[in-house]
T-cell receptor, first 114, second 114 residues
Framework: DVKVTQSSRYLVKRTGEKVFLECVQD?????MFWYRQDPGLGLRLIYF???????EKGDIPEGYSVSREKKERFSLILESASTNQTSMYLC?????????????FGEGSRLTVL | AQSVTQPDIHITVSEGASLELRCNYS??????LFWYVQSPGQGLQLLLK??????LVQGIKGFEAEFKRSQSSFNLRKPSVHWSDAAEYFC????????????FGKGTTLSVSS
């Protein structure tokens, strides 16, 4: 089975802190994604990567950056956390050269910024 | 640009009754279409997908969906709902191109009454 592991299920941070959310997949997938999930807004794409060291902005990249130094790991970085970044963050991966393939999701990281 | 609309925010169905969740998409060509389910506190799980071919697709847990190009719809159905089906359901659309990502609808919450 494909496994996508997000390092932290729950985090509490203070405004202005730098926050790292880590995601690791074990199936050699080319593509990795970070989504943000908020009630009533569904899933919104923050960033994605279709190759090592490659990244593409999604719909809401402001306030976030990403890093993909190794194929299996995709990190989401909040340089200076703000209260409006309190949310559920979902990492996903998919196989293949095309971008529209099936996504495999981690269980999510719930971030609270105080 | 791709987009997905799930017109129903919340639906309540009696246990044993049939279910239909609506999904409309906007995309210039034939897209990849997906339905995902998220149980409380869990990540997203794929129910079914449509890439091409037969427009009626079968998924897990007794779900099916029908792709109707003329209506730009991909509605999810189940003939008899079980209490364990209570969850949030997301429709998603993808493009068969490298360097793209799935776009999700805002979700429909399903409640099951006894």
């Amino acid at each position: 089975d494909v496994k996508v592991t997000q390092s932290s299920r729950y985090l509490v941070k203070r405004t202005g802190e730098k926050v790292f959310l880590e995601c690791v997949q074990d199936m050699d997938h080319e593509n990795m994604f970070w989504y943000r999930q908020d009630p009533g807004l569904g899933l919104r794409l923050i960033y994605f990567s279709y190759d090592v060291k490659m990244k593409e902005k999604g719909d809401i990249p402001e306030g976030y950056s990403v890093s993909r130094e190794k194929k299996e790991r995709f990190s989401l970085i909040l340089e200076s956390a703000s209260t409006n970044q309190t949310s559920m963050y979902l990492c996903a991966s998919s196989l293949g050269a095309t971008g529209g393939g099936e996504l495999f999701f981690g269980e999510g990281s719930r971030l609270t910024v105080l | 640009a791709q987009s997905v609309t799930q017109p129903d925010i919340h639906i309540t169905v009696s246990e044993g009754a049939s279910l239909e969740l609506r999904c409309n998409y906007s995309y210039g060509a034939t897209p990849y279409l997906f339905w995902y389910v998220q149980s409380p506190g869990q990540g997203l799980q794929l129910l079914l997908k449509y890439f091409s071919g037969d427009t009626l697709v079968q998924g897990i847990k007794g779900f099916e969906a029908e792709f109707k190009r003329s209506q730009s719809s991909f509605n999810l159905r189940k003939p008899s709902v079980h209490w364990s089906d209570a969850a949030e359901y997301f429709c998603a659309v993808g493009a068969p191109q490298a360097g793209t990502a799935l776009i999700f609808g805002k979700g429909t919450t399903l409640s099951v009454s006894s």
